[in-house]
């Protein structure tokens, strides 16, 4: 039987004692596995859909958790291709292109307005000529919302929404456990820990919640500890060129490796996880040229300061960081010779996206308004007025006389102001919290519920979060999201237990360099847009093989300088037959037993039975090969 997960009061006791952190009396702490719903796949997918390899020699129906997403994409992507055999070349071209070139070629029909009035297809909007919502909906597009999970609503708590949603049917249900704890951690961490789900159980949900939206006042001893090996991730511009050569780019290799720690070893996982959400955001790539001095200050006074913020103040924060300015070109941007890069990220990428309607003229405009704004060669941020462009301007509801250089910044700020309030930028921020949290395609209600709480909070992110976990939607959508690969790699070093050692900074940088073969090193997406945060973008033999690799290298001892676990340290307690054994290592790995044909799996791998005797914690030597199995299954890398 599974280890209890939601409260410590013996469930075969006369009466249930009250414990902190208990949510509701009649809960046993319990939950049987999930069914897996078989389905056969339509016969057209039979007849005309390309197969794998590893499609071809596996029979039978597909469970209906894995049909919720690749299968439709499969479906859309044929359908995609007979439509450009049809089309021809030409609309392979076509549909390479981004989306502002798609606004600029605009609809067939601009072509005669574009005679007619000098105007068209400039004054297309990307969302009216078709360009997908975002770069993650091209993964997803075909797919559509996710409308009904199984359970809807915002409950008067977090802990209540989980009780509502535990007595509802998942829609689609997943090889996970549903125990709420370990949902949450799942979702709110990097990764759940024993300790973890002990620190639950203490303060309960509702508790634990509350402390890890407020981290300032939550000690971090083993992260802090571990970040005094990259002593650059603290510093300020000036302090940085102190102790660095000119151009050197030690700060920002130490801010990649910083990450890893913090998302490790941190205690303040929530505010870690939405530093990563905000830090795809508003992304910078570390290292780029030109961040040698700038990176770290970034991360410091603009992500990390407002992550649990206001979305205003990052924003505004954004647009005065000289990083931010080097970055998307913005200090080459004058009166003279605009330069659009920023003014459309700020738009497309940063605010209203793609669907809140703005066109190429809305860009122009979004690029007059941020000349001046540029970086010094001592790495501070500066705004020249004799570099702003004067004159009316117009974006979306925006207007301004914008007459006078002198207050060009403080008319930028009111722009910004602007765009970090617009229901559009509500909605596709919300949007995209419900990606990270909820799944790849989440409800529409969900999202607008979000929205709706950002507009109301005048942006401010914590209620946004507080909404999304007292609805039913979160805590239904157990198993619906799948870690992506540094994710796998931070909760495999999490839950094994690996722990600072005796060359901490030299292990963090063999871990960096572990995950740039992942593809997935920390802030090392290139292009502003940010890591893409669904399943489909991540679907790679390479990258899955190495994922394993990775669980390997965790638990055979493979990092250096770092104080991890042996094997034989997992399995604890007594199990006399090895399937027993093994439910307390799945148990100790992935928080729950594998099911009885994937138990006798790893029986047959180890050439037993499953009534064999145990006589040695180490199984004979084999532990350290069996072990790393547990990681490679799909408990572990679904979240």
Not at 477 to 498: C, D, I, M, Q, S
Not at 610 to 621: F, Q, S
Request: aromatic share 8%.
């Amino acid at each position: 039987m599974p280890e209890r997960l939601f409260a410590d009061d013996d469930p075969s006791s006369d009466s249930h004692r009250r414990v902190k952190g208990a949510f509701f009396a009649d809960y046993t702490g319990e939950f049987p596995m999930p069914r897996v719903l078989n389905e056969p796949s339509p016969a057209d997918d039979e007849q005309e859909q390309p197969r794998t390899p590893a499609a071809k020699t596996s029979k039978g129906p597909a469970p209906a958790w894995l049909r919720t997403g690749r299968p439709a994409l499969h479906e859309l992507m044929r359908n995609r291709r007979q439509a450009l055999m049809a089309l021809g070349g030409g609309a392979v071209a076509i549909g390479g292109l981004g989306s502002g070139a798609a606004a600029m070629l605009g609809r067939p029909e601009d072509a005669d307005e574009m005679v007619r009035t000098g105007q068209g297809g400039g004054n297309v909007s990307p969302r009216d000529a078709g360009s997908f919502s975002n770069r993650d909906s091209s993964y997803t597009s075909g797919l559509g919302d996710l409308n009904d999970l199984g359970a809807a609503g915002t409950a008067d708590s977090a802990s209540a929404a989980a009780v509502a949603a535990m007595r509802a049917t998942p829609r689609f249900p997943t090889p996970l456990n549903r125990d709420p704890v370990l949902h949450l951690l799942r979702r709110c961490t990097f990764g759940p820990t024993q300790a973890d789900v002990a620190a639950v159980k203490e303060l309960g949900i509702d508790g634990w919640l509350d402390q890890q939206l407020d981290p300032e006042k939550i000690p971090d001893p083993v992260a802090d500890a571990a970040l005094k090996t990259t002593p650059t991730v603290t510093m300020t511009t000036a302090e940085i060129r102190a102790a660095v050569k000119d151009g050197d780019n030690k700060a920002m290799y130490e801010l990649t490796r910083a990450v890893i720690a913090r998302q490790v070893w941190s205690t303040r996982q929530l505010f870690e996880v939405m530093v990563d959400f905000w830090n795809n955001h508003l992304n910078i790539t570390s290292p780029f040229d030109g961040g040698w001095d700038t990176r770290v200050p970034y991360d410091v006074n603009v992500i990390r300061k407002h992550a649990l913020g206001k979305f205003s103040d990052m924003l505004i924060a954004s647009a005065r960081d000289p990083a931010m300015m080097r970055y998307l070109d913005n200090t080459s941007s004058d009166k003279r010779n605009v330069n659009e890069n920023y003014g459309r990220e700020l738009l497309e990428l940063h605010t209203v996206g793609i669907d809140g309607g703005y066109n190429e003229k809305d860009v122009r405009n979004s690029a007059y308004l941020m000349t001046g704004r540029t970086a010094t060669r001592e790495g501070t941020f500066r705004y020249e007025q004799n570099r702003h462009w004067t004159g009316a301007v117009k974006v979306l509801g925006f207007q301004h006389a914008n007459k006078s250089a002198k207050d060009g910044l403080a008319v930028g700020d009111a722009y910004l102001l602007y765009l970090a309030t617009h229901p559009s930028t509500a909605k596709y921020i919300a949007r995209k919290l419900a990606v990270r949290f909820v799944c790849d395609t989440p409800p529409q209600s969900l999202v607008d519920r979000l929205a709706t709480a950002y507009q109301q909070s005048g942006s401010a992110i914590a209620p946004v979060l507080k909404v999304l976990f007292r609805s039913l939607e979160f805590w239904i959508a157990a198993g619906l999201k799948t870690r992506r690969p540094l994710e796998n790699f931070v909760a495999t070093a999490r839950v094994v237990g690996t722990k600072p050692g005796t060359d901490t900074g030299k292990a963090l940088e063999d871990l960096y360099n572990f995950t740039r073969k992942l593809g997935q090193a920390p802030l090392g997406w290139e292009p502003p847009d940010g890591y893409p945060d669904v399943a489909n973008a991540w679907s790679s033999a390479a990258g899955m093989l190495e994922t394993w690799n990775s669980h390997r290298a965790f638990l055979q001892q493979s990092f250096k300088g770092l104080n991890n676990p042996r094997a034989d340290s997992l399995v604890t307690q007594p199990a006399a037959t090895l399937a027993t054994y093994l439910d307390v290592l799945c148990n100790r790995l992935i928080f729950q037993p594998m099911k009885p044909a994937e138990r006798d799996a790893l029986i047959k791998f180890l050439g037993a039975k499953p009534d064999t005797r145990v006589t040695d914690a180490n199984l004979g030597g084999k532990l350290p090969n069996l072990a790393p199995l547990v990681l490679d299954s799909v408990y572990h890398a679904l979240r």
